[in-house]
C-alpha cells in the first residue's frame, strides 16, 4: 500500500486568521455574559433595588430622621452612595462568578478555545461585568427616587465615576475569578476586602467626622473616591479632591485592565 500524495492527504484545518480584532466572537462573549444576568433578573436586578431601599429606610428614616448632611437632607446624601455600592458590588460578582462557575463547570475550554486573543476577553468580560453594574446602578436609581430628591449638578462626574466603578470592579472580579479555586476563596475577597471598603467608604457618613486612625485610611480607600466624586455629580459638594479622584479612577482603570490582560495572556489557572 503505497503512501498518498500530500495533496491528497487529510490534513486537520488550519486555524482561523484574524487580521485585527474579531469582532464576531467578541461580540458573542460579550451578549453571553448580558444574557446570564438578564435571563435571572430576579436575582440580579430586583434583590439588589430591595437592598437598596432596605438601607434606605434604615439609615435614612431610622438613623437619618430630619437633618441635613453637607447642606443635603440626609437621604440626599445617602443615596447616591447607595447606588454606587449597587454598581461595585454587581459589576464584581458578574465577572467573578462567571469565571467561577465556568471552572466548577469544566467550561474553561469554551473560553480559550475560540480564536479569541487575551484583548478581546479581557473586553468581553469586563465590558459585561460593568453593563451590569451600570444597569443595576439606573435600575437602583429610579427605585430610589421617589424616597430622596437627587439634583443632578454636574452629569459629567455621575457618568464618569459611574463607568469607572463599573470598569474597576469589574476587573477585579476578572482577577479574582482566575484567582479562586473554590467559593470560599471567593467568599472571603468579599467579605474580607470588598464589604469593609465599601462600608467604610463614607457612603453613610462624613468621612472627615471620623477619629484617627480611621479619617486617614479612608483617604487611601479607592471606594472612598468613587462614592466622592458620584455623590459630587449630584449634590454638586465633594469632601475629597476632585482632581485626584479623577486622576485614581483612571490609573485603576488601566493598571487593573492591564492585569487582567496579562491574566489572559499568560493563561492564568486556564492553561496548564
Known amino acids: ?27 458573542t462573549l460579550y451578549v453571553r455574559e448580558i444574557q446570564r444576568f438578564w435571563k435571572v433578573g430576579l436575582q440580579t436586578l430586583a434583590a439588589p433595588v430591595m437592598t437598596a431601599l432596605l438601607y434606605m429606610l434604615v439609615f435614612v428614616v431610622a438613623v437619618g430622621g430630619g437633618r441635613d448632611v453637607h447642606g443635603v437632607h440626609y437621604g440626599t446624601f445617602v443615596a447616591p452612595g ?17 469565571l467561577l ?19 478581546e476577553q479581557m473586553i468581553g468580560f469586563g465590558g459585561g461585568a460593568a453593563t451590569r453594574g451600570i ?7 429610579v427605585a430610589i427616587l421617589p424616597f430622596a430628591s437627587l439634583p443632578v449638578a454636574h452629569a459629567w462626574a455621575i457618568l464618569y465615576f459611574g ?10 472580579g476578572i482577577m ?4 479562586a ?15 469593609p471598603m465599601t462600608f467604610l467608604s463614607g457612603t453613610f457618613y462624613l468621612v472627615e467626622r471620623l477619629p484617627e486612625p480611621f479619617r486617614t485610611a479612608s483617604h487611601y480607600n479607592p471606594f472612598f473616591y468613587l462614592i466622592d466624586g458620584f455623590r459630587y455629580g449630584f449634590i454638586g459638594q465633594a469632601e475629597s479632591s476632585l482632581p485626584i479622584g ?3 479612577t483612571a490609573v485603576l482603570v488601566v493598571m487593573l485592565g492591564w492585569t487582567c490582560l496579562w491574566m489572559f495572556r499568560v493563561g492564568y489557572k486556564i492553561k496548564t
Open 1 to 27: 500500500m503505497r503512501d498518498l500524495p500530500i495533496e491528497d492527504a487529510v490534513l486537520p484545518p488550519l486555524p482561523r486568521a484574524y487580521h485585527g480584532i474579531n469582532w464576531e466572537g467578541l461580540k
Open 82 to 98: 447607595l447606588i454606587m455600592m449597587q454598581i461595585l458590588s454587581n459589576a464584581f460578582a458578574n465577572s467573578s462568578s462567571s
Open 101 to 119: 462557575q465556568a471552572k466548577f463547570n469544566g467550561l474553561m475550554g469554551d473560553f480559550v478555545t475560540p480564536p479569541l486573543s487575551a484583548l
Open 135 to 141: 444597569v443595576v446602578g439606573l435600575v437602583s436609581l
Open 163 to 172: 463607568v469607572g466603578a463599573a470598569l474597576i470592579m469589574g476587573f477585579i
Open 176 to 179: 479574582a475569578g482566575l484567582w
Open 181 to 195: 479555586e473554590k467559593f470560599d476563596h471567593m467568599a472571603a475577597v468579599t467579605n474580607f476586602v470588598i464589604m
Open 246 to 248: 479623577v486622576a485614581m
